[in-house]
């Protein structure tokens, strides 16, 4: 076991002493704290602590205070509290679970394991978050998606998503919890399908100590640990049918028992579900409960495969990109015939498999450019150049409209409609000698001289956008989605 630090907090010095033998015993670390009013100033970085101890820090209410602050802190310290007749609390909503004191070796190492876990999780939910929250794509599809994301996030329906596997079920879920009231709260993800049926119960509800073999410790399960927040059970077609039932009461009643408890506690909690299953076949094959489906099906949301949305495809590897590049994990560029061969593939894998496209593309051509025949053999199709695959693609759809990206900084209430009205402009703005009196709106004009430079470009490159781009020593992608803002058309159809 490597060295590690654990925060012990309690004011009684003896159950100080004892704690701080056992873990050194285990050989790790101890950090003390001893005086309960300066207990932050005594730290040097919470984030260098693997889990933290909590037992009486002076009466009820100063150690609920000191609980909050721990808890809610950005370093998201796994904490304990421990369990003996005297502490005014051993059960609080944010921690991990509770220690019987005296604490044996097995209970302090099986903490270290879950705490461990615990750690890990939150760091990548950091890294990743606004990453997820990133629903890219253009098509109408895609636009209705978020038109349903922005109707239901902020209400307390359940939602059920449906789509195939890779299409990004689990960026809607983030969304909805992201654009909902309860974003401050914790957002809990739970693959129904890759946990066995014996061991979901306790994930879902947790477990009291002894419950079975192999409870050493109480341990909280995944509606404890998103209380007040979202709990999203993906893979929910994947779920037994003994564990259906009890699941299906947790939805009725808002209520459930821990493993091993006859207490019973209330789950404030919204239930996100996901699925790549036809539940309806599900339930005439008596492998769904049809109750527990109208329980979860108030609200559904169906997400398109990446074949039913070609056109998104060019903004989608921009995305991709821009994430490794953030990342520092290089950067690749893609010329309009590689990128018209992807339009023209079927992506069975759909998003998923795009994204590890793009990565290998980038371990292949580091801050190279990828053309047609640097794409692997299964992705090189021939065909029409992307603009007509663009066109066939919206085409199809007549009545599709633009939409602007939403990502982790933008509210759906603040997205707005197609700018269209760039093409009636007094040209006498952009040429000025000196600021008007009355002054004048920059981003106004600056969009206007944008607009005509663009244009311009258009009509010297006889409307054909890769040479206009050339001469706008920008890449095609860009000015093909600048087109789209200003409503502009040549030799792709944007509306």
């Known amino acids: 076991m490597n060295v590690c630090n654990i925060l012990v907090i309690d004011s009684d010095p003896q159950r100080r002493e004892t704690l701080s033998t056992?873990?050194?015993?285990?050989?790790?670390?101890?950090?003390?704290?001893?005086?309960?009013?300066?207990?932050?100033?005594?730290?040097?970085?919470?984030?260098?602590?693997?889990?933290?101890?909590?037992?009486?820090?002076?009466?009820?209410?100063?150690?609920?205070?000191?609980?909050?602050?721990?808890?809610?802190?950005?370093?998201?310290?796994?904490?304990?509290?421990?369990?003996?007749?005297?502490?005014?609390?051993?059960?609080?909503?944010?921690?991990?679970?509770?220690?019987?004191?005296?604490?044996?070796?097995?209970?302090?190492?099986?903490?270290?394991?879950?705490?461990?876990?615990y750690k890990n999780q939150a760091?990548?939910?950091?890294?990743?978050?606004?990453?997820?929250?990133?629903l890219v794509g253009n098509?109408?599809?895609?636009k209705r998606?978020?038109?349903?994301?922005q109707q239901v996030s902020d209400s307390e329906a359940n939602v059920l998503i449906l789509g195939e596997s890779g299409t990004g079920k689990e960026v809607v879920a983030r969304n909805l919890h992201y654009f909902s009231s309860r974003r401050e709260k914790p957002f809990v993800p739970v693959n129904c399908g890759a946990i066995p049926g014996e061991l979901l119960e306790?994930?879902?509800?947790?477990?009291?100590?002894?419950?079975?073999t192999g409870a050493i410790t109480a341990r909280k399960g995944r509606f404890e640990m998103a209380e007040?927040?979202?709990?999203?059970?993906?893979?929910?077609?994947?779920?037994?049918?003994p564990m259906q039932v009890k699941l299906l009461r947790v939805l009725q009643e808002r209520t459930f028992e821990r493993v091993g408890s006859n207490k019973t506690q209330k789950a404030n909690?919204?239930?996100?579900?996901?699925?790549?299953?036809?539940?309806?076949t599900h339930i005439e094959d008596g492998r769904f409960r049809e109750d527990l489906f109208y329980r979860l099906n108030v609200f559904p949301i169906d997400m398109p495969a990446l074949r039913e949305r070609p056109e998104d495809i060019p903004l989608l590897i921009h995305e991709l990109i821009q994430r490794i590049e953030h990342e520092n994990r290089g950067a690749v560029r893609f010329t309009p015939a590689a990128i018209a061969s992807l339009c023209r593939y079927s992506w069975p894998g759909n998003v998923r498999e795009l994204a590890n496209v793009v990565e290998r593309l980038v371990i292949l051509f580091p801050y190279g450019t990828v053309d047609f025949d640097d794409l692997p053999e299964k992705y090189q199709i021939e065909g029409e150049p992307l603009a007509e695959v663009i066109t066939a693609a919206i085409s199809a759809r007549p009545e599709a409209v633009p939409v602007q990206k939403v990502n982790s900084k933008t509210s759906f209430a603040d997205v707005p409609s197609p700018v269209n009205g760039f093409n009636?402009?007094?040209?006498?703005?952009?040429?000025?000698?000196?600021?008007?009196e009355n002054g004048l709106d920059l981003r106004e004009h600056l969009a206007n001289l944008e607009y005509l430079l663009i244009k311009q470009a258009l009509d010297e490159a006889s409307g054909v956008v890769a040479h206009a781009a050339s001469r706008l020593k920008m890449r095609r992608t860009t000015l093909v989605e600048k087109m789209r803002k200003y409503g502009i058309q040549r030799d792709i159809e944007i509306s």
């Open 145 to 149: 998606v978020q038109k349903m994301i």
């Open 269 to 280: 909690v919204r239930v996100i579900a996901a699925t790549h299953r036809n539940l309806e």
């Open 424 to 436: 009636h402009i007094d040209e006498s703005l952009t040429k000025l000698n000196s600021i008007p």
């Open 139 to 142: 098509s109408l599809k895609m």
């Open 123 to 134: 760091e990548n939910t950091m890294e990743t978050e606004p990453l997820f929250r990133s």
């Open 228 to 241: 007040g927040g979202t709990l999203f059970l993906d893979e929910i077609g994947d779920m037994p049918l």
């Open 202 to 212: 306790s994930e879902l509800f947790g477990h009291e100590k002894g419950a079975f």
């Open 22 to 117: 056992l873990i050194s015993f285990v050989n790790c670390h101890v950090v003390v704290v001893e005086n309960m009013e300066s207990w932050f100033e005594s730290i040097d970085d919470l984030n260098d602590i693997a889990m933290a101890l909590v037992g009486d820090c002076g009466g009820a209410s100063q150690t609920k205070q000191l609980l909050r602050e721990l808890v809610n802190h950005e370093a998201r310290v796994p904490v304990f509290t421990l369990n003996y007749p005297q502490n005014p609390i051993s059960d609080f909503p944010g921690t991990i679970g509770a220690l019987s004191y005296p604490v044996k070796y097995p209970q302090l190492n099986n903490a270290l394991q879950q705490a461990s876990v």
